[in-house]
């Protein structure tokens, strides 16, 4: 594989027939082993056309998908620092632009980008194969959880987040449950949002639990995060925690 150098990441993005759609600007998100190279759409006039506006009048979602959230920055670089990740089958459940997906495919992971808005699928297929050591390890489903689940099983799920709506908090546990496999984890992050305590809460009843208080330091801030490890079983969750190469997510 020829690996693209972040300064023509860009360049190659405006050759996508949906990326070019938007002004682009990119990311570059420093993780163990190196430096992700994170295409997103720049703000501008784009977000109040496109029938966004007329979305948003419908009480429909914003484009919440175009931005780089701490959430998923944490879960990227809690997952570089992994050493076990390549070879490994990675959800990134309701993906966005596939910040923490990406970053799983830059240690070698086979990554599923999981999300109902095509756009957003175009921005993560781009930015999962360009950070990625193979390219064709990298695919995009589009995907309502509302609808269906996915099968798995999966050894790990990145849910960046994805439960800030209690409308969600089902069908995300629908899927991590249908996802799991009997070794595998889900890794649920959030900047303390206090209507993803109940998908947490719900979670628990179900899954073995165990929760990390970390900061992530983006874009000259710093976010103070939970990371919500959850498994089939206690044995499955201790074994996965007692191999991760280093606790802390900053």
Same mark, same amino acid.
């Given at each position: 594989?020829?690996?693209? !150098?972040?300064?023509?990441t860009? =360049?190659a /993005?405006r050759r996508?027939?949906?990326l070019?759609? @938007?002004p682009? $600007?990119?990311? *570059?998100?420093?993780?163990a082993?190196g !430096?992700?190279?994170i295409?997103? =759409?720049? /703000?501008?006039?784009w977000?109040?056309?496109?029938? @966004?506006?007329? $979305?948003?009048? *419908?009480?429909?979602e914003p484009?919440?998908?175009?931005?780089?959230?701490?959430?998923?920055?944490?879960?990227?670089?809690?997952?570089?620092?992994?050493?076990?990740?390549?070879?490994?089958k990675?959800?990134?459940?309701?993906?966005?632009?596939?910040?923490?997906?990406?970053?799983?495919a830059?240690?070698?992971?086979?990554?599923t980008f999981?999300?109902?808005?095509?756009?957003?699928?175009?921005?993560?297929?781009?930015?999962?194969?360009?950070?990625?050591r193979?390219p064709?390890?990298?695919v995009?489903?589009?995907?309502?959880?509302?609808l269906?689940?996915?099968?798995?099983?999966?050894?790990?799920?990145l849910?960046?987040d994805v439960?800030?709506?209690?409308?969600?908090?089902?069908?995300v546990?629908?899927?991590v449950?249908a996802?799991?496999?009997?070794?595998?984890?889900?890794?649920?992050?959030?900047?303390?949002?206090?209507?993803?305590?109940?998908?947490?809460a719900?979670?628990r009843?179900?899954?073995?639990?165990?929760?990390?208080?970390?900061?992530?330091?983006f874009?000259?801030?710093r976010?103070?995060?939970r990371?919500?490890?959850?498994?089939t079983?206690?044995?499955?969750?201790?074994a996965?925690?007692?191999a991760r190469?280093?606790?802390?997510?900053?």
């Open positions: 594989m020829v690996k693209m !150098t972040p300064a023509m860009v =360049p /993005a996508d027939t949906t070019r759609r @938007f682009l $600007r990119r990311h *570059r998100l420093p993780v082993g !430096t992700l190279s295409v997103a =759409p720049a /703000a501008g006039p977000l109040h056309s496109g029938g @966004f506006s007329a $979305r948003a009048a *419908r009480g429909e484009p919440y998908w175009a931005d780089v959230w701490p959430a998923s920055v944490a879960l990227a670089r809690w997952s570089c620092r992994r050493r076990d990740l390549c070879g490994k990675v959800l990134d459940l309701g993906c966005g632009l596939g910040v923490a997906g990406a970053a799983a830059f240690v070698g992971a086979q990554v999981a999300d109902r808005e095509a756009q957003a699928l175009a921005f993560a297929t781009f930015n999962g194969r360009h950070n990625g193979d064709t390890q990298v995009a489903v589009p995907h309502d959880w509302f269906a689940t996915l099968p798995g099983p999966f050894d790990l799920l849910l960046a439960t800030y709506r209690p409308v969600h908090h089902a069908p546990l629908r899927q449950l996802g799991l496999g009997h070794e595998g984890i889900a890794l649920h992050c959030d900047p303390f949002r206090r209507e993803a305590d109940g998908f947490l719900l979670a009843s179900r899954l073995a639990m165990r929760t990390f208080n970390v900061d992530c330091c874009a000259d801030q976010v103070p995060v990371i919500a490890a959850l498994a079983s206690e044995a499955a969750l201790s996965w925690l007692g190469a280093g606790a802390q997510a900053s």
